[in-house]
Structure formats: C-alpha cells, structure tokens
C-alpha cells in the first residue's frame, strides 16, 4: 500500500508543478493581450481551468498523501521532512498568490509586465529542485 500511495504523491506533485509552471507563463502571454479582447478572453478560462481543475486537486492530493507517507513510513522525526516540509510551504504560498493573480486578471486588472511574470515563473522551478533533491538525498 505504501508503494501505490507513494506512487500516487508522485502523480501528484508533478501534477502539481506541471501546473506552476505553466501558470505564470499564461500569464506572460495574457499580460500582452488588451483586456476584454477575445484572446484575453481565452486566457481567463485557461488560467480558471488549470487552477480550479489540476493545480487545486493535485495540491490538495500532494499534501494529504505527503502526509500520510510521512507518518506511515515513521519521516516524521527526520530533519530533511520539516526543511522540505518548508520548501513545500513556501510552494503552496506562491500557489496562493498565483490563484490571486488568476483572480485579477478575471477582473481585468493586470498589475504586472510581462517580464514580472517570467521571473516569477522560475520560482516553481527552483523550489522543486530543492524539493527534490530533500526528499531523494534525504542530506541530515
């Protein structure tokens, strides 16, 4: 069972980054695009869709199997667990302020350029190499 359940945390998780990663790069285009016009139309459902319908369950799925992994296999006393745990938090927060920026340019209200959000795009991807190389190294 926790071989399946982990495999499971896995799917998750790259669930999870795959869509992190192609948020803020929605962004990128949409903040090109003149609000009300169609194509900043398609934007809007893109980005509403990959929160609401990938990047929400799979977090939620991340974390609770990340939990349940942590306490069944007996990491709850692992230093590694609670800097990754750290890392994840920090993850989760930039998710939260990512479904923000969802929410702004719902309402037409873009407040960054696009070279913002190119920068915030390579967040996602730092935090999971650390992430990563935590949880494979498993260093202290």
Do not use: C
């Not at 982990?6 to 948020?23: N, P």
């Not at 349940?68 to 709850?76: H, Q, R």
Request: proline share 5%; aromatic share 12%.
């Amino acid at each position: 069972m926790y071989l399946t359940l982990k495999a499971l945390h896995i799917i998750a998780v790259i669930s999870w980054m795959a869509g992190m990663l192609y948020l803020p790069r929605l962004f990128v285009y949409h903040a090109a695009a003149k609000p009300g016009s169609e194509q900043s139309e398609t934007f809007k459902v893109m980005e509403r869709r990959l929160l609401k319908a990938i990047i929400n369950p799979a977090t939620i799925a991340a974390w609770l199997l990340g939990a349940w992994l942590a306490w069944s296999g007996g990491w709850l006393a692992a230093p590694w667990l609670y800097a990754k745990l750290a890392l994840v938090l920090v993850l989760s927060g930039l998710h939260g302020y990512l479904a923000r920026i969802v929410k702004q340019f719902a309402a037409d209200n873009n407040p960054h350029s696009q070279r913002y959000y190119r920068i915030i795009n390579e967040i996602p991807t730092v935090l999971m190499i650390l992430i990563v190389l935590l949880a494979v190294v498993k260093p202290f």
